[in-house]
């Protein structure tokens, strides 16, 4: 089955720093990543994914990029702001498509 | 429109005791997911629901854990004689097309302490 790993699982930012989170995963047969952002005693929700035909997709200040032959796609927040804290994880399908396997998922905290 | 709901939203019970856990996903959304979600920890997945049937159970941690899908939507999560450890969250999902390639909405979740 897929096999996803996220880095880092904390991350700590100045406010209006950027943010990195990366996630490799191991089925070469996943073709859609999406990224939830889940705060503090809520529900995940989807704040950007990507599919394997695209390279980048920017939204704002969040953009995501897919590198298909390394397995291997990252969460860029640029500018960051304390709304911004929460925890985010990554998801890869796999071969199994009606199964996603998340990350473990990265907290980021934003200092203002 | 509506998004997921799941009921109840706390359950507090007593080790040995079952727990039915209850979600209602968006309507005509086919796919279902169940996830368990332990304090500060990521998503486990436990089963997901095409329609119906359960093609992946893997995750399930015992067979003390099942769940079932009527009507390609609602689904109940039973979990028997529990124990301390199974206090978590456990969230629901759903997906509009019939696999993880598309967006999953996901409920308030169920908020399980086995004393």
């Known amino acids: 089955g897929e096999n996803v790993e996220q880095h880092p699982s904390t991350l700590s930012v100045q406010e209006g720093d950027s943010a990195v989170i990366k996630c490799t995963y191991s089925?070469?047969?996943?073709?859609?990543f999406p990224w939830y952002k889940q705060e503090l005693g809520k529900r995940p929700q989807l704040i950007i994914d990507?599919?394997?035909?695209?390279g980048e997709k920017k939204d704002q200040r969040i953009a995501v990029t897919l590198n298909k032959t390394a397995k291997h796609f990252s969460l860029h927040i640029t500018e960051t702001q304390p709304e911004d804290s929460a925890v985010y994880f990554c998801a890869a399908p796999g071969t199994n498509a009606g199964k996603s396997t998340f990350g473990d998922g990265t907290t980021l905290t934003v200092k203002p | 429109g509506a998004g997921v709901s799941q009921s109840p939203s706390n359950k507090v019970t007593e080790k040995g005791k079952d727990v039915e856990l209850r979600c209602d996903p968006i309507s005509g959304h086919t796919a279902l997911y169940w996830y368990r979600q332990s304090l500060g920890q990521g998503l486990e997945f436990l089963i997901y629901f095409q329609g119906n049937s359960a093609p992946d159970k893997s995750g399930l941690p015992s067979d003390r854990f099942s769940a079932e899908r009527t009507g390609g939507s609602v689904s109940t999560l039973t979990i028997q004689r529990t124990q301390q450890e199974d206090s978590a969250v456990y969230l629901c999902?759903?997906?509009?097309?019939?696999?993880?390639?598309?967006?999953?909405?996901f409920g308030p979740g169920t908020r399980l302490t086995v004393l």
């Open positions: 990507i599919r394997s035909n695209v």
């Open positions: 999902a759903s997906t509009r097309g019939g696999s993880s390639y598309n967006e999953q909405f």
């Open positions: 089925d070469s047969a996943s073709n859609y």
